[in-house]
């Protein structure tokens, strides 16, 4: 079955170090790739994507994500996490043709502390 | 562009009652999704549109549930009869035909029965 896997429903970092949010998919077909980021008590927003082209995939706030097919992942990473980095992580995938439909993962909470 | 609009941003019910939730989503967008999103259940797909037709709505937990989209611009989420177990953030998404586009999210709805 396809499907989105992030692994880690918690992470905690200490400012200005590294953020690595793991995310994996399953796919039968070329995958579409997103990062959405929710902060407390708003909506998701794009934090970036892959489509085609170019692997490494530069985003908003810093962020960045890497499309390994060989490893089938799309990990986000910010080499120096902010306070403001706090919230909550989706990864994403249009996985198979047809509809629009995206795979949400279930999500990664990013704690920054001082 | 106003971006996904949801009304109202917090609504506060008695168990019983209707509810009804709005969304106008992007102009041009030709796909809607309602989401639900709670802390035990996460971010949960209830339906889809395409084109104004529902897609998929295997995601709607009862017959309490229903879903509208009469035109491009406008789509409702009815509940009737409204349960605490239904409070929740509810989510409308929209997205352009072409499937690297992603989704954009209104700023949801804060649903809390009492």
């Known amino acids: 079955a396809q499907s989105v896997t992030q692994l880690g429903s918690h992470v905690s970092v200490s400012e200005g170090a590294l953020v690595l949010l793991r995310c994996n998919y399953s796919?039968?077909?070329?995958?579409?790739l997103f990062w959405y980021v929710q902060y407390p008590n708003q909506g998701l927003q794009l934090l970036l994507k892959?489509?085609?082209?170019?692997?490494l995939v530069k985003g908003i706030n810093g962020f960045e994500a890497e499309f390994k097919k060989s490893e089938t992942s799309f990990h986000l990473t910010k080499p120096s996490a902010h306070m403001s980095d706090a919230a909550e992580y989706f990864c994403?995938?249009?996985?198979?043709?047809?509809?629009?439909?995206?795979?949400f993962g279930a999500g990664t909470r990013l704690a920054v502390h001082p | 562009d106003a971006g996904v609009i949801q009304s109202p941003r917090h609504e506060v019910t008695e168990m019983g009652q209707e509810v009804t939730l709005r969304c106008k989503p992007i102009?041009?967008?030709?796909?809607l999704f309602w989401y639900r999103q709670t802390m035990m259940r996460g971010l949960e797909l209830l339906i889809y549109?395409?084109?104004?037709?529902?897609?998929?709505d295997s995601g709607m937990p009862e017959d309490r549930f229903s879903a509208k989209m009469p035109n491009a611009s406008f789509s409702t989420l009815k509940i009737q009869p409204s349960e605490p177990r239904d409070s929740a953030v509810y989510f409308c998404?929209?997205?352009?035909?072409?499937?690297?586009?992603?989704?954009?999210f209104g700023s949801g709805t804060r649903l809390t029965v009492v």
């Open positions: 549109f395409n084109n104004n037709v529902p897609i998929d």
């Open positions: 102009s041009g967008h030709n796909s």
């Open positions: 892959y489509t085609t082209g170019a692997t």
């Open positions: 998404a929209s997205s352009s035909r072409e499937p690297n586009y992603g989704y954009t």
């Open positions: 796919s039968s077909v070329p995958p579409y």
């Open positions: 994403a995938g249009h996985l198979s043709g047809g509809y629009n439909k995206l795979i």
